[in-house]
């Protein structure tokens, strides 16, 4: 092949390459804009944001031994009652600590990043 070739594709691929991680980073300081309080976790902040996307205005966190329960209080007129984001529990636990047993029995799991697992239930579970 044709080195002059190459040297083209090549130049074509880190264009790309750069371009969409210019992309992507532009839309990550767009979330943190619009989000000030980004946690740093992929998780617990995308299920924030789907929570808010969804309808849910307020959303409760109960601190419960080795967990954060979290789950939706009030949401938007306008929401889809019946979206999973705003009827669901959500259960956010260290990704050191070990979840207690009666979590696991009815929870399945949603996400697991570098600091949490989260788990998820039926919010008709609710206490």
């Given at each position: 092949?044709?080195?002059?070739?190459?040297?083209?594709?090549?130049?074509?691929?880190?264009?790309?390459?750069?371009?969409?991680?210019?992309?992507?980073?532009?839309?990550?300081?767009?979330?943190?804009?619009?989000?000030?309080?980004?946690?740093?976790?992929?998780?617990?902040?995308?299920?924030?944001?789907?929570?808010?996307?969804?309808?849910?205005?307020?959303?409760a966190t109960v601190e419960?031994?080795?967990?954060?329960?979290?789950?939706?209080?009030?949401?938007?007129?306008?929401?889809?009652?019946?979206?999973?984001?705003?009827?669901?529990?959500?259960?956010?636990?260290?990704?050191?600590?070990?979840?207690?047993?009666?979590?696991?029995?009815?929870?399945?799991?949603?996400?697991?990043?570098?600091?949490?697992?989260?788990?998820?239930?039926?919010?008709?579970?609710?206490?």
């Amino acid at each position: 092949m044709n080195w002059k070739f190459n040297k083209r594709i090549i130049a074509s691929w880190l264009m790309l390459v750069s371009l969409s991680a210019c992309s992507c980073s532009m839309l990550r300081s767009a979330i943190v804009e619009e989000d000030s309080a980004a946690s740093g976790s992929m998780c617990t902040d995308a299920l924030r944001l789907n929570q808010q996307a969804a309808g849910c205005i307020d959303i409760a966190t109960v601190e419960a031994g080795t967990y954060t329960k979290v789950y939706c209080v009030t949401y938007r007129d306008d929401a889809e009652p019946a979206d999973r984001w705003l009827i669901d529990d959500f259960y956010i636990i260290p990704i050191d600590e070990d979840p207690e047993m009666e979590l696991l029995a009815d929870a399945k799991p949603l996400c697991l990043d570098t600091f949490y697992v989260v788990l998820t239930s039926p919010g008709y579970l609710r206490e």
